[in-house]
Structures are given as C-alpha cells and as structure tokens.
T-cell receptor, first 111, second 114 residues
Framework: DAKTTQPNSMESNEEEPVHLPCNHSTISGTDYIHWYRQLPSQGPEYVIHGLTSNVNNRMASLAIAEDRKSSTLILHRATLRDAAVYYCILRDVEGNNRLAFGKGNQVVVIP | DAEITQSPRHKITETGRQVTLACHQTWNHNNMFWYRQDLGHGLRLIHYSYGVQDTNKGEVSDGYSVSRSNTEDLPLTLESAASSQTSVYFC?????????????FGPGTRLLVL
C-alpha cells in the first residue's frame, strides 16, 4: 500500500476551521484517499473519501491537490466533539479492501 | 438500525487461556475484519474474511484464529493468550470491498492478559 504522512498532532480553536494535511507522494492513479477519525475510547468512523475531485459532505471537505500527491481534510468549524485522531489512508482499486492505518494526527480543540 | 456489535466490551484473562471475542453485524455485509490497537500505534489487521467459509491472515495473525460460518459473525479466538496480546480489539465490516467504500467499526473490546 502506498504510504501517507501526517503531522503527529495539531491544535485548533473551537469554532474555527481546521486544515489537516496529508502527503501521499507515491499515490497511484487508482488509489482512493480516505479519511477516518477515532474519538476517545471509540472505534474509527468514516469521514470522507475522494479520488481526484474535491469532495464535500456534512462532516467535512476534502481538497485534493491537482497532482494528487497531497490532500487536506477541512473541518469548517471545529467543535469539542471533533477532538480525535484523524487517519489519512489510501485504498487501491485492485481489490485490496483492507485499511492500512498509520499513527494518525491527534487533533486537540481548544475551547 | 443496522449495526456492528462486539462482546465482551472488557475482558481480563490469564496467560495460556483460550479467549474468544465476538463480532456481530446486521448489515449483511460480505467483508469482515479484525484489528488490534496498541498504545502509540494505529490499527493493525489481524484476520479478515470476504464471505462465509473464507478467512485470510492479516499482518499480525500469529496466535489468533477466526472462522466464518455465517454472514453476520466473525469470532476471533486467541488460542493461548499471551501478555503481548493485551490490546484493544476492533471488528469492522464492509459490503463489497470496493475502494470507494466505507468500513464500519464496532465499539471495541479491551482485553487484558495477566
């Protein structure tokens, strides 16, 4: 699986936007970019995914660089409930549907 | 609502005992997965199944086994528990495994091996 690189941790103020970067310079043309998050003492939950175009859903937005070597998860207005570990994961189209988790990015939201 | 459940939520056992962790999903998903999570690490894949009677080893499968006799359940067995298997265990499921598909995770089982 292609690798992703994320900061170990970030801080954000409550009610401000949060931009979580992810580098994936070895991404292949068929890799999807997935984001999951894990709240304290819970299982991971899906946030968003995309292939080439930017994506929006009720939780977040995903901005994908034109060369696809990086992406940014955007939380538009951070709340205390958004404090979690965020994982950026690549999934290929060759039938490998296992998720390869890294250590993720610990997001701290400051009231 | 469809869901994925794990039991027990907490378990304490002794070294050498056999332990089975249950995972049950009501989505009728074909694919099921077991991960473990240790402090300072992301989730690591133990075993997975793409359907009834199908099982496959993940990256940390030594000391663990699974069986898939129906669509809804994938129990994880520790044949002879070791202290190194103290961890939080998560079960997950997905429908088809397409690369754009979501995996749904259970709430986890905290296992302590003394």
């Amino acid at each position: 699986d292609a690798k992703t690189t994320q900061p170990n941790s970030m801080e954000s103020n409550e009610e401000e936007p949060v931009h979580l970067p992810c580098n994936h310079s070895t991404i292949s043309g068929t890799d999807y970019i997935h984001w999951y998050r894990q709240l304290p003492s819970q299982g991971p939950e899906y946030v968003i995914h995309g292939l080439t175009s930017n994506v929006n859903n009720r939780m977040a937005s995903l901005a994908i660089a034109e060369d696809r070597k990086s992406s940014t998860l955007i939380l538009h207005r951070a709340t205390l409930r958004d404090a979690a570990v965020y994982y950026c994961i690549l999934r290929d189209v060759e039938g490998n549907n296992r998720l390869a988790f890294g250590k993720g990015n610990q997001v701290v939201v400051i009231p | 609502d469809a869901e994925i459940t794990q039991s027990p939520r907490h378990k304490i056992t002794e070294t050498g005992r056999q332990v089975t962790l249950a995972c049950h999903q009501t989505w009728n998903h074909n694919n099921m997965f077991w991960y473990r999570q240790d402090l300072g690490h992301g989730l690591r894949l133990i075993h997975y199944s793409y359907g009834v009677q199908d099982t496959n080893k993940g990256e940390v499968s030594d000391g663990y086994s699974v069986s898939r006799s129906n669509t809804e359940d994938l129990p994880l067995t520790l044949e002879s528990a070791a202290s190194s298997q103290t961890s939080v265990y998560f079960c997950a499921s997905s429908e088809t495994g397409a690369p754009g598909e979501t995996q749904y995770f259970g709430p986890g089982t905290r296992l302590l091996v003394l």
